[in-house]
């Protein structure tokens, strides 16, 4: 339909025409879950948008971050500091490819089809896929310890029996995926109650281990007197690592967020409520982290920095319920939005007429089974630098092809209708592949690999979701600079908009 009115605008948002989208009923490309959002549904204010990120980051591997840092040798301060500075980081990609989702409407699959090829963008989503449902696995596993702490204060026989984490983690497995199953709405429904309830239990914890210590006659300054343990000259070794741990964190957010950024109201919306959700709560939660471990080891004798622990030992069935609730309510939060959408979105784009959003939720779940999340967690090292570490430098370098592809080459124009289109559509690239994205992929990726395997070259791997994102930043243009087919240019965009 190029040439003809297929999409409209509205203050600088665009979505399909009824002409357009009648005329993609039958493409094997579309869906109505993978279609661009109306409009009329992009719903989501400042507000929302700032609770979805909030919900996201108070949860227990935000609670533990802080904890992971300390034991390589940081002091507290020094962990915060990381922390705060990765979100900083992440957050500069992740505003930018929140815009063509709030733009044109796109979730994640889509948009990578603008780069990757209609059909290469399988590659870009299930590999975030594959992340997802690492991730997803490892919060049903700290949900489901969470239900089984609090079983077992009010039932030693509980407490007792090995089997009990194991219902456990599937009564909560359970839960996360019924809800996600129920679509956007219940999700936006759950973020914005979740946040204000996460808040006053943070707060909580504050307020108990502070009357804690006091009655031993102890005050805020002996919880706060970890030192650094880092032998002299270490630091850098350290905390560079950490960093790149912190920014992939989120590195999987900065990918798909335009799963979540399409509902915004404005741009406006997503950037303040991103800005105002996700660094600040990041650090403020691993403080509150930091700051109750901090006064276990004077009220119990022993540093315990996973929450569900804490929540066990304070043995009043009362609190440790009300504890669990939180972290029940905080991994909820977090798994649902974070680590169930992307994967049964890409799971969608693999046949959109065959798979619905829904039926990959339950793709996503069996698979977060099968990954063995608790394998994943079993030391510190292994979730913070094999974990976190590794796979973070395989998402730098797609954060750097999207920036690039978006905002240099393309100077932001888009053909939504041509997105949906087979062969002949701009977007696919002869065979539907476009491979100087893959190849720019795997030559931003060198480096940073080496680095895992090589220790004279420890410095690019230590770094490697920012060298990564950096090494494709350039790359990617110089490639598609030959490349035009695919590019829309100001005129067309006026003529297809009916400008």
Not at 26 to 52: F, M, Q, S, V
Not at 149 to 159: D, E, F
Not at 213 to 228: E, F, H, N, W, Y
Request: charged fraction near 10%; glycine fraction near 12%.
């Amino acid at each position: 339909m190029a040439g003809s009115k297929t999409q409209r605008e509205v203050n600088g948002l665009f979505e399909l025409t009824e002409s357009a989208r009648e005329s993609l009923r039958d493409n094997p490309y579309y869906n109505e879950d993978l279609a661009p959002t109306k409009l009329n549904e992009r719903t989501w204010g400042t507000y929302h948008i700032a609770a979805l990120w909030i919900g996201m980051s108070v949860c227990i591997p935000t609670y533990m971050m802080a904890s992971s840092l300390m034991a390589a040798g940081l002091s507290w301060f020094q962990a915060i500091l990381n922390i705060a500075l990765g979100n900083l980081i992440v957050l500069i990609p992740m505003q930018l490819n929140s815009h063509a989702g709030t733009k044109y409407g796109i979730p994640y699959p889509v948009f990578a089809r603008l780069s990757f090829g209609v059909k290469g963008a399988h590659i870009a989503a299930i590999a975030r896929a594959i992340i997802a449902a690492g991730w997803f696995g490892i919060q049903c596993w700290i949900g489901g310890g969470a239900i089984n702490a609090v079983i077992g204060v009010i039932s030693p026989a509980w407490a007792a029996w090995a089997g009990g984490i194991w219902i456990s983690f599937f009564l909560f497995w359970a839960a996360n995926v019924w809800i996600a199953y129920k679509g956007a709405e219940a999700i936006k429904f759950m973020e914005a109650w979740g946040a204000p309830i996460l808040g006053v239990l943070s707060l909580g914890l504050m307020i108990w281990a502070v009357s804690g210590v006091s009655a031993m006659g102890k005050g805020v300054g002996d919880i706060l007197s970890a030192k650094a343990t880092y032998e002299p000259g270490k630091f850098w070794s350290i905390f560079l690592p950490g960093l790149t741990a912190n920014i992939a964190f989120w590195s999987t957010l900065a990918l798909n967020i335009p799963d979540f950024s399409r509902y915004a109201k404005t741009q406006k919306d997503q950037f303040m409520g991103q800005l105002l959700g996700l660094p600040t709560t990041m650090a403020a939660f691993a403080f509150v982290g930091v700051f109750v471990t901090g006064a276990t080891g004077i009220i119990f004798g022993e540093f315990i920095w996973d929450p569900v622990a804490v929540v066990a030992k304070i043995g009043s069935p009362f609190a440790a319920a009300l504890g669990a609730i939180g972290i029940i309510i905080a991994t909820l939060t977090t798994n649902i939005a974070a680590n169930v959408v992307a994967p049964a979105n890409g799971i969608s784009n693999l046949n959109p007429k065959k798979i619905s959003y829904k039926m990959g939720t339950l793709v996503t779940g069996v698979a977060g089974v099968a990954i063995m999340p608790w394998k994943l967690l079993e030391t510190a090292g292994a979730y913070l630098f094999g974990w976190l570490g590794t796979y973070g430098l395989f998402l730098g370098p797609l954060a750097g092809i999207y920036v690039a592809d978006y905002y240099i080459y393309r100077k932001k124009m888009l053909d939504l209708d041509d997105l949906f289109r087979g062969e002949g559509g701009r977007y696919w690239y002869g065979t539907g592949y476009n491979m100087k994205a893959v190849w720019t992929w795997v030559i931003s990726a060198i480096l940073p690999l080496l680095g895992k395997f090589v220790p004279s070259l420890s410095f690019f791997s230590d770094n490697g979701w920012m060298i990564g994102f950096l090494i494709a930043l350039v790359v990617y243009p110089v490639l598609m600079k030959s490349e035009n087919s695919s590019l829309v240019s100001e005129k067309e965009h006026k003529e297809m908009t009916g400008a």
